[in-house]
Protein backbone atom coordinates (compact mmCIF):
# COMPACT_ATOMS: atom_id res chain seq x y z
CA UNK A 1 0.00 0.00 0.00
CA UNK A 2 2.71 2.21 0.80
CA UNK A 3 4.41 1.45 -2.29
CA UNK A 4 1.32 2.25 -4.45
CA UNK A 5 0.94 5.59 -2.43
CA UNK A 6 4.29 6.41 -3.47
CA UNK A 7 3.78 5.90 -6.50
CA UNK A 8 1.15 7.88 -6.58
CA UNK A 9 3.24 10.76 -5.35
CA UNK A 10 5.43 10.51 -7.71
CA UNK A 11 2.87 10.55 -10.57
CA UNK A 12 1.29 13.52 -9.72
CA UNK A 13 4.28 15.29 -9.15
CA UNK A 14 5.46 14.98 -11.93
CA UNK A 15 2.08 15.35 -13.95
CA UNK A 16 2.37 18.78 -12.12
CA UNK A 17 5.66 20.04 -12.86
CA UNK A 18 5.41 18.36 -16.40
CA UNK A 19 2.66 20.51 -16.13
CA UNK A 20 4.53 24.16 -15.55
CA UNK A 21 7.00 23.62 -17.61
CA UNK A 22 4.64 23.19 -20.18
CA UNK A 23 3.04 26.32 -19.24
CA UNK A 24 6.17 27.97 -18.79
CA UNK A 25 6.84 27.07 -23.05
CA UNK A 26 3.78 28.02 -23.68
CA UNK A 27 4.26 31.66 -23.00
CA UNK A 28 6.75 32.48 -25.58
CA UNK A 29 4.88 30.72 -28.59
CA UNK A 30 2.82 33.00 -31.04
CA UNK A 31 -0.93 32.96 -30.86
CA UNK A 32 -1.44 31.43 -33.94
CA UNK A 33 0.57 28.26 -33.12
CA UNK A 34 -1.39 27.96 -29.77
CA UNK A 35 -4.41 28.02 -31.10
CA UNK A 36 -4.00 25.91 -34.49
CA UNK A 37 -6.56 23.42 -34.82
CA UNK A 38 -8.62 24.34 -31.73
CA UNK A 39 -11.85 22.39 -30.76
CA UNK A 40 -14.70 23.49 -28.19
CA UNK A 41 -14.27 20.93 -25.43
CA UNK A 42 -16.83 22.78 -22.57
CA UNK A 43 -19.41 26.03 -22.32
CA UNK A 44 -18.02 28.50 -19.69
CA UNK A 45 -20.44 30.11 -16.73
CA UNK A 46 -20.07 32.93 -14.52
CA UNK A 47 -21.78 32.07 -10.94
CA UNK A 48 -23.03 35.06 -9.61
CA UNK A 49 -23.49 35.61 -5.48
CA UNK A 50 -27.22 34.88 -6.17
CA UNK A 51 -26.55 31.06 -7.26
CA UNK A 52 -27.24 32.40 -11.36
CA UNK A 53 -25.19 31.03 -14.29
CA UNK A 54 -24.18 33.41 -16.83
CA UNK A 55 -22.44 32.65 -20.10
CA UNK A 56 -18.92 34.03 -20.34
CA UNK A 57 -17.78 32.11 -23.12
CA UNK A 58 -16.30 28.60 -23.72
CA UNK A 59 -13.40 26.50 -23.01
CA UNK A 60 -11.13 25.03 -26.49
CA UNK A 61 -7.91 22.54 -26.42
CA UNK A 62 -5.78 23.01 -29.82
CA UNK A 63 -3.36 20.25 -31.12
CA UNK A 64 -0.81 21.12 -28.53
CA UNK A 65 -3.02 20.26 -25.66
CA UNK A 66 -3.20 24.03 -24.88
CA UNK A 67 -6.79 24.95 -23.02
CA UNK A 68 -8.17 28.36 -24.36
CA UNK A 69 -10.52 30.39 -22.43
CA UNK A 70 -12.31 32.58 -24.72
CA UNK A 71 -14.62 35.52 -24.31
CA UNK A 72 -18.57 35.07 -25.12
CA UNK A 73 -18.19 35.94 -29.55
CA UNK A 74 -16.99 32.88 -29.22
CA UNK A 75 -20.21 31.22 -27.95
CA UNK A 76 -22.10 32.54 -30.48
CA UNK A 77 -20.48 30.07 -32.79
CA UNK A 78 -22.82 27.53 -30.88
CA UNK A 79 -20.23 24.83 -31.20
CA UNK A 80 -21.45 21.53 -29.09
CA UNK A 81 -19.82 20.76 -25.81
CA UNK A 82 -20.41 17.80 -23.46
CA UNK A 83 -19.03 19.45 -20.25
CA UNK A 84 -19.16 22.83 -18.12
CA UNK A 85 -16.62 25.25 -16.56
CA UNK A 86 -18.24 27.24 -13.67
CA UNK A 87 -16.36 30.34 -12.40
CA UNK A 88 -16.75 31.29 -8.62
CA UNK A 89 -16.86 35.21 -8.35
CA UNK A 90 -13.71 36.68 -6.62
CA UNK A 91 -15.87 38.15 -3.78
CA UNK A 92 -16.07 34.57 -2.51
CA UNK A 93 -12.60 33.46 -3.02
CA UNK A 94 -9.32 33.66 -0.72
CA UNK A 95 -5.82 34.21 -2.62
CA UNK A 96 -2.52 34.15 -2.30
CA UNK A 97 1.06 33.42 -3.01
CA UNK A 98 3.37 31.25 -1.29
CA UNK A 99 6.87 29.97 -1.46
CA UNK A 100 7.49 26.10 -0.01
CA UNK A 101 9.99 24.24 0.29
CA UNK A 102 10.99 22.39 -3.01
CA UNK A 103 11.12 18.83 -1.28
CA UNK A 104 7.75 19.09 0.33
CA UNK A 105 6.10 20.12 -3.66
CA UNK A 106 7.90 16.62 -4.50
CA UNK A 107 5.87 15.04 -1.89
CA UNK A 108 2.72 14.54 -3.52
CA UNK A 109 -0.71 16.08 -3.42
CA UNK A 110 -1.55 14.89 -0.02
CA UNK A 111 1.99 16.56 1.62
CA UNK A 112 1.79 20.10 -0.27
CA UNK A 113 -2.20 20.37 0.45
CA UNK A 114 -1.16 19.80 4.39
CA UNK A 115 1.64 22.64 4.30
CA UNK A 116 -0.19 25.08 2.10
CA UNK A 117 -3.43 24.34 4.44
CA UNK A 118 -1.63 26.67 7.01
CA UNK A 119 -2.41 29.93 4.86
CA UNK A 120 -5.89 29.35 4.66
CA UNK A 121 -7.98 31.37 6.90
CA UNK A 122 -11.03 28.78 6.90
CA UNK A 123 -10.82 25.21 8.82
CA UNK A 124 -9.78 22.57 6.52
CA UNK A 125 -13.20 20.60 7.07
CA UNK A 126 -15.04 23.96 5.68
CA UNK A 127 -12.61 25.02 3.10
CA UNK A 128 -11.99 23.74 -0.87
CA UNK A 129 -8.05 24.51 -1.99
CA UNK A 130 -6.45 24.54 -4.76
CA UNK A 131 -3.38 25.49 -5.92
CA UNK A 132 -0.77 25.43 -9.31
CA UNK A 133 2.92 26.01 -9.61
CA UNK A 134 4.18 29.00 -10.61
CA UNK A 135 7.79 28.54 -11.09
CA UNK A 136 11.13 28.85 -8.38
CA UNK A 137 10.93 31.73 -6.06
CA UNK A 138 13.84 32.67 -3.96
CA UNK A 139 16.13 30.63 -2.02
CA UNK A 140 15.66 27.76 -3.91
CA UNK A 141 12.00 27.45 -3.39
CA UNK A 142 9.13 26.85 -5.53
CA UNK A 143 6.21 29.52 -5.43
CA UNK A 144 3.10 28.38 -5.78
CA UNK A 145 -0.41 30.21 -6.36
CA UNK A 146 -3.46 28.89 -3.72
CA UNK A 147 -7.20 29.63 -4.16
CA UNK A 148 -9.25 28.63 -0.72
CA UNK A 149 -13.41 28.57 -1.24
CA UNK A 150 -16.27 27.93 1.64
CA UNK A 151 -17.36 24.63 0.79
CA UNK A 152 -20.86 25.45 0.82
CA UNK A 153 -20.19 27.33 -1.98
CA UNK A 154 -18.22 25.24 -3.73
CA UNK A 155 -20.73 22.90 -3.35
CA UNK A 156 -23.65 24.54 -4.30
CA UNK A 157 -22.00 25.86 -7.38
CA UNK A 158 -21.30 21.63 -8.32
CA UNK A 159 -25.17 21.36 -7.88
CA UNK A 160 -25.65 24.10 -11.09
CA UNK A 161 -23.21 22.08 -13.07
CA UNK A 162 -24.62 18.74 -12.52
CA UNK A 163 -28.16 19.82 -13.76
CA UNK A 164 -25.90 21.20 -17.03
CA UNK A 165 -23.39 18.24 -17.59
CA UNK A 166 -22.23 15.09 -16.06
CA UNK A 167 -19.24 16.69 -16.71
CA UNK A 168 -18.23 19.76 -14.79
CA UNK A 169 -15.41 21.25 -13.32
CA UNK A 170 -15.69 24.31 -10.52
CA UNK A 171 -12.84 27.34 -10.74
CA UNK A 172 -11.26 30.30 -9.44
CA UNK A 173 -10.21 31.89 -12.82
CA UNK A 174 -6.43 33.79 -12.97
CA UNK A 175 -5.88 36.65 -15.30
CA UNK A 176 -2.28 35.38 -15.94
CA UNK A 177 -2.43 31.52 -16.39
CA UNK A 178 -5.08 29.09 -15.88
CA UNK A 179 -7.75 28.50 -13.77
CA UNK A 180 -7.29 26.86 -10.61
CA UNK A 181 -9.80 23.57 -10.34
CA UNK A 182 -12.08 23.57 -6.63
CA UNK A 183 -13.99 20.55 -7.78
CA UNK A 184 -14.16 18.27 -11.15
CA UNK A 185 -16.76 15.62 -11.90
CA UNK A 186 -13.94 13.41 -12.23
CA UNK A 187 -12.69 14.07 -8.33
CA UNK A 188 -11.78 10.30 -6.77
CA UNK A 189 -11.13 8.98 -10.23
CA UNK A 190 -7.95 6.81 -10.28
CA UNK A 191 -6.49 8.72 -13.44
CA UNK A 192 -3.05 6.85 -14.38
CA UNK A 193 -0.03 9.18 -15.12
CA UNK A 194 -0.14 8.42 -18.61
CA UNK A 195 -3.77 9.78 -19.25
CA UNK A 196 -2.90 12.98 -18.16
CA UNK A 197 -3.15 15.27 -21.23
CA UNK A 198 -0.14 16.98 -20.02
CA UNK A 199 1.67 14.22 -19.94
CA UNK A 200 0.45 12.96 -23.33
CA UNK A 201 1.32 15.99 -25.20
CA UNK A 202 5.01 15.67 -23.50
CA UNK A 203 4.81 12.24 -25.20
CA UNK A 204 3.63 13.39 -28.45
CA UNK A 205 6.08 16.09 -28.43
CA UNK A 206 8.91 13.70 -27.72
CA UNK A 207 7.76 11.16 -30.10
CA UNK A 208 7.59 14.44 -32.98
CA UNK A 209 11.36 15.06 -31.60
CA UNK A 210 12.52 11.20 -31.81
CA UNK A 211 10.87 11.28 -36.02
CA UNK A 212 12.41 14.54 -36.70
CA UNK A 213 16.08 13.40 -35.03
CA UNK A 214 15.78 10.03 -37.23
CA UNK A 215 14.50 12.04 -40.40
CA UNK A 216 17.82 14.47 -39.80
CA UNK A 217 19.91 11.46 -39.52
CA UNK A 218 18.93 9.89 -42.54
CA UNK A 219 19.13 13.04 -44.92
CA UNK A 220 22.90 14.06 -43.21
CA UNK A 221 23.93 10.39 -43.76
CA UNK A 222 22.34 10.54 -47.41
CA UNK A 223 24.54 14.16 -47.44
CA UNK A 224 27.32 12.66 -46.60
CA UNK A 225 27.26 10.13 -49.32
CA UNK A 226 26.61 13.01 -51.79
CA UNK A 227 29.63 14.63 -50.63
CA UNK A 228 31.92 11.89 -50.90
CA UNK A 229 30.59 10.50 -54.39
CA UNK A 230 31.36 14.43 -55.17
CA UNK A 231 34.52 14.78 -53.58
CA UNK A 232 35.30 11.56 -56.48
CA UNK A 233 34.14 12.82 -59.34
CA UNK A 234 35.91 15.80 -59.11
CA UNK A 235 39.26 13.83 -58.46
CA UNK A 236 38.74 11.84 -61.75
CA UNK A 237 37.54 14.91 -63.18
CA UNK A 238 41.35 16.71 -62.55
CA UNK A 239 42.76 13.71 -62.99
CA UNK A 240 40.85 13.86 -66.78
CA UNK A 241 42.09 17.22 -67.06
CA UNK A 242 46.11 16.22 -66.20
CA UNK A 243 45.70 13.65 -68.86
CA UNK A 244 44.41 15.79 -71.08
CA UNK A 245 46.71 18.73 -70.88
CA UNK A 246 49.98 15.89 -70.69
CA UNK A 247 48.40 14.66 -74.17
CA UNK A 248 48.16 18.06 -75.34
CA UNK A 249 52.02 18.79 -75.07
CA UNK A 250 52.94 15.30 -75.41
CA UNK A 251 50.85 14.39 -79.00
CA UNK A 252 52.70 17.14 -80.89
CA UNK A 253 56.09 15.96 -80.03
CA UNK A 254 54.69 12.05 -81.02
CA UNK A 255 52.94 13.03 -84.30
CA UNK A 256 56.32 14.97 -85.36
CA UNK A 257 58.45 11.25 -84.18
CA UNK A 258 56.25 9.66 -86.05
CA UNK A 259 56.58 11.81 -89.37
CA UNK A 260 60.32 10.63 -89.39
CA UNK A 261 62.22 7.25 -90.11
CA UNK A 262 62.69 5.07 -87.28
CA UNK A 263 66.46 4.83 -85.81
CA UNK A 264 66.70 1.23 -86.78
CA UNK A 265 65.63 1.59 -90.80
CA UNK A 266 67.91 4.96 -90.42
CA UNK A 267 71.08 3.00 -89.71
CA UNK A 268 69.84 0.05 -91.81
CA UNK A 269 69.29 2.34 -94.97
CA UNK A 270 73.12 4.22 -94.28
CA UNK A 271 74.38 0.89 -94.30
CA UNK A 272 72.62 0.29 -97.59
CA UNK A 273 73.93 3.26 -98.83
CA UNK A 274 77.34 2.70 -98.10
CA UNK A 275 77.61 -0.18 -99.92
CA UNK A 276 76.60 2.00 -102.96
CA UNK A 277 79.45 2.61 -106.16
CA UNK A 278 77.82 6.14 -106.73
CA UNK A 279 78.55 6.90 -102.92
CA UNK A 280 81.44 9.59 -102.67
CA UNK A 281 84.62 9.08 -100.83
CA UNK A 282 84.15 11.50 -98.55
CA UNK A 283 81.32 13.08 -96.88
CA UNK A 284 80.89 16.53 -95.57
CA UNK A 285 77.43 16.41 -94.17
CA UNK A 286 74.07 14.22 -93.81
CA UNK A 287 70.88 15.87 -93.78
CA UNK A 288 67.61 13.64 -92.50
CA UNK A 289 65.09 14.46 -95.29
CA UNK A 290 61.35 14.12 -93.66
CA UNK A 291 59.95 11.38 -93.58
CA UNK A 292 62.19 8.57 -94.99
CA UNK A 293 65.32 10.13 -96.90
CA UNK A 294 68.51 11.04 -96.28
CA UNK A 295 70.43 13.83 -98.13
CA UNK A 296 74.54 13.08 -98.74
CA UNK A 297 76.66 16.10 -99.03
CA UNK A 298 80.04 15.03 -100.06
CA UNK A 299 83.26 17.37 -99.12
CA UNK A 300 83.89 17.68 -103.47
CA UNK A 301 81.92 20.72 -104.23
CA UNK A 302 81.97 19.61 -107.36
CA UNK A 303 80.12 16.82 -106.96
CA UNK A 304 75.74 17.48 -106.22
CA UNK A 305 74.06 16.02 -103.12
CA UNK A 306 72.51 12.66 -103.26
CA UNK A 307 68.99 11.70 -102.15
CA UNK A 308 69.12 8.18 -100.47
CA UNK A 309 65.71 6.84 -99.29
CA UNK A 310 65.84 4.81 -96.66
CA UNK A 311 63.27 1.78 -97.94
CA UNK A 312 59.54 3.57 -96.52
CA UNK A 313 57.02 2.22 -99.12
CA UNK A 314 55.26 5.25 -101.16
CA UNK A 315 52.00 4.71 -99.33
CA UNK A 316 53.06 4.48 -96.03
CA UNK A 317 54.87 7.86 -96.76
CA UNK A 318 51.27 9.82 -97.89
CA UNK A 319 49.16 8.46 -94.99
CA UNK A 320 51.49 10.21 -92.51
Same mark, same amino acid.
Given at each position: ????????????? +???????????????? $???????????????????????? @?? +???????????? +??????????????????????????????? &???????????????????? @?????????????????????????? &????? @??????????????????????????????????????????????????????????????????? &?????????????? &? +????????????????????????????????? #???????????????? #????????????????? $????????????????? #??????
Amino acid at each position: MDLQASGRALGET +IAGLAAWAVEEVRRDL $PRPVLEAGRSVIADRYDVSTEGQL @HP +IGQVLRSWLGTL +IRSDDRAAARKAKADRVELVLPDAEIFRTRV &DVNAIISRRGDAALRARLQQ @HSPLPPQRAVLAYALVGPGTAGRITV &DVAVA @HRATVERAARLARERSDKWQIVADRSDASPLILADSKAGADVRLWQSPVVRVLVAVAAALICLAAVS &DRFERQADRIAAQR &D +ILLEEARDLRRQRSVRAEVEPALLFAESYVGLG #DLLDGLADAMTDPDMP #DAIARLDLQSPDAVRVL $PADPARGSILLPLGRPT #DAESGS
